[in-house]
Nanobody
Framework: QVQPVESGGGLVQAGGSLRLSCAASGRTFNTYAMGWFRQAPGKEREFVAAITWSGGRTYYAASVRDRFTISRDNAKNTVYLQMNSLKPEDTAVYYC?????????????WGQGTRVTVSS
C-alpha cells in the first residue's frame, strides 16, 4: 500500500510554473503506477496525468498535455508534476495516488492534497 503526501502547491500568475511533489511511503512504491488528479471548486475530482511503475510510459488529460510533465524517482519514492503555462482553470487541489493504468483511475489511498491557485 502506498500512502502519498503531496506538496509544492501555491499561488501563481497565469503563464507561470509550479512543480508538485508526491512523497509516498511503502517499500513497494516502485511496483505501482502513480497518477495525479485534481479537484476544482464545485467539480468532481478528475484525472490529470499518470506514469507507469518504471517511468517508461506517461499519460495525460487532453487539457494539460504539452503543458504538464509527470516524472518519478523510485530511489526517492517520489512522483513529480511539472506544470508550465498555467491557466486559471488549472486552479484546484491536486492529489496523487496509485493508479490503474487500464482505467486511469485511482487504485490507492489519497493524500491530503496540495492547493494550486492560478490568478489571471
Amino acid at each position: 500500500q502506498v500512502q502519498p503526501v503531496e506538496s509544492g502547491g501555491g499561488l501563481v500568475q497565469a503563464g507561470g510554473s509550479l512543480r508538485l511533489s508526491c512523497a509516498a511511503s511503502g517499500r513497494t512504491f516502485n511496483t505501482y503506477a502513480m497518477g495525479w488528479f485534481r479537484q476544482a471548486p464545485g467539480k468532481e475530482r478528475e484525472f490529470v496525468a499518470a506514469i507507469t511503475w518504471s517511468g517508461g510510459r506517461t499519460y495525460y488529460a487532453a487539457s494539460v498535455r504539452d503543458r504538464f510533465t509527470i516524472s518519478r524517482d523510485n530511489a526517492k519514492n517520489t512522483v513529480y508534476l511539472q506544470m508550465n503555462s498555467l491557466k486559471p482553470e488549472d486552479t484546484a487541489v491536486y492529489y496523487c495516488a496509485a493508479t490503474d493504468i487500464a482505467t486511469l483511475g485511482p487504485s490507492g489511498s489519497w493524500g491530503q492534497g496540495t492547493r494550486v491557485t492560478v490568478s489571471s
